[in-house]
């Protein structure tokens, strides 16, 4: 099981700050200017920092991909706002880029993201929106949670257009009437309201539709710092953690008065501080099983729609300390979170399919676990041809058609029962989103003067428990060496490898055959068992 405990939902002073340094340290802080923003603009108006003995550097950064990329390239060691499901992929990337130190609760009452409409647009609720062009706050992460809202209210992508732009041009493209509807954050929201060129339909959207509780929590984002800034600076970054510490319960105990400092660093205009509704703060300690549970339901959700390629698990909780004493309280997210025995029995062969594409990430992963399967003498024979296009799926499926008839009729089967089963092998894989060849090359394998050698040196079959563990399923066609499955025409049509040995199609969200799933009872495969362990001394 891998553990990505950068991608931890925080760290949590647990021992006695030191007294300050005499010179400050320097943080390059990313600030995506929202008003989720505004603990730490509380930190230095009220100056949090400075007693901590920290100067930060305010780096400008709009949306969650722009932080990322600053975090991985360790041009900034901190960001307050980070998308929690960008910041997921990130550190299936590169594990150890982002760690939570707090997040953010959204919802009805905690609001943040919303859909608007234009003044004088006939929208009364998010449904009516169909036809709408609707701009959307930036990164895939909002996109994602827009049209997946949208999807729950029956608006499917072609029913409306969607666009995302910076936040500073949403009120503007709102007032200049390029857009119906938006999905935006705030403040711009208020500003919309304040300046009465839009009118919020619903706020706290993603609590309502994808968590299906419109007063719970959606953990959409949080302040994250790297692993590097911990590991190289665990001082440092203990007390950043303690100021953001302070700036959350400053704007939780004090909101009317935590709101005037939106005015001077955020696009909030001084008329509109006093309505801008806040989120809620949470330090990673303060977490419930109710907030993990739900934290839970959004990574989930994020791994269904694809934004997420692996699933993920933020309910189990650590406990570790730094050998420089920085105790630390971690919230680890693990994917792949399955004991062996559950991928071993989860696994099926699924001749049916659902249209989702499979990421090419996923893919990525897929080969990845085929190519770290053992092979005689570790000579790796395997190589491995990616099908998606329609066109070459229908010509292997008419090859192996072919083949499957031949064979078949050469049997004396009843040529309609044939034909049946050569058109759900042609449908088996025409529909798969995705077929994966696994080709054998006996170039570089030790030559054998005898078949039951040469038969025993090749890899049998590609493995078909990743998929598994990645939300997916895939069945094992035949053809080993261009036996009944008739996967050697591959070879034949685009001379790309040596003859294959077999096929896996592969996609999301598969539906079994029915009465496919079943096992035979354990005890009758076995022989006659040898001597027990004390017969032999």
Known sequence: MRTIQSMALGAIVAVALGHPAAAQDKVKVGVFPT?????????????????????????????????????????????????????????????????????????????????????????ATIKDLKGARIMSAPGPANLVAAKAILAKV????????????????????????????GYTL???????RKLGVARTLESGVIAKYILGDENGNAFAAGCAITSDFIKSRPDVARRFAAVWKKGIDFVNQNPQEARKYLAKNTLTPEDVVDTVPMVRYFMAGELTDKHKAEFQKFMDFATAVGAVPEKVDGRRTE???????????????????????????????????????????????????????????????????????AVWKDRLAAAMGSRLREDRLADGDDPVDVERDVTRSYARITDAPLVILVCLDIRDMDEYPDERRRAAAAPLCPPLLRPVSLGLAGGCGAGIRGGRGGLSHWARITGQFPSPSHGFAAGPSLSPRRGE???????????ERSKSHSDFG
Do not use: C
């Not at 150890?96 to 919802?107: P, R, T």
């Not at 705030?186 to 919309?192: G, H, I, L, V, W």
């Open 517 to 527: 799933g079943s096992r035979s009872p354990f005890s009758p495969l076995l022989g």
């Open 186 to 192: 705030e403040p711009q929201a208020s500003t919309m």
């Open 35 to 123: 008003a989720s923003s505004l603990p730490y603009f509380v930190g230095i108006e009220r100056g949090f920092f400075k007693e901590l003995n920290i100067e930060p550097e305010t780096i400008r950064l709009i949306g969650g991909p722009a932080n990322i990329a600053a975090m991985i390239s360790n041009q900034i060691e901190a960001a307050v706002v980070l998308v929690t499901i960008e910041a997921m992929n990130a550190n299936l990337k590169k594990p150890g880029v982002a760690m939570y130190i707090g997040v953010h609760s959204q919802s009805k009452i905690y609001q943040m993201e919303q859909f608007v409409a234009r003044t004088g647009y006939p929208a």
């Open 154 to 181: 029956g608006l499917k992508e072609g029913d409306y257009t969607m666009d995302q732009l910076d936040m500073s041009q949403h009120v503007n493209v709102m007032t200049s009437g390029a857009f119906d509807a």
């Open 319 to 389: 406990r570790s300390a730094s050998r420089t004493g920085m105790g630390i309280i971690v919230l680890s997210i693990k994917y792949e979170d399955y004991d062996l025995q559950a991928i071993i029995k989860g696994r099926r062969s699924v001749r049916r399919y659902v249209a989702a594409k499979v990421s090419p990430s996923v893919v990525d992963r897929l080969l990845l676990a085929a190519a770290s399967a053992p092979s005689a003498h570790n000579r790796q024979p395997w190589r491995f041809a990616i099908v998606q296009d």
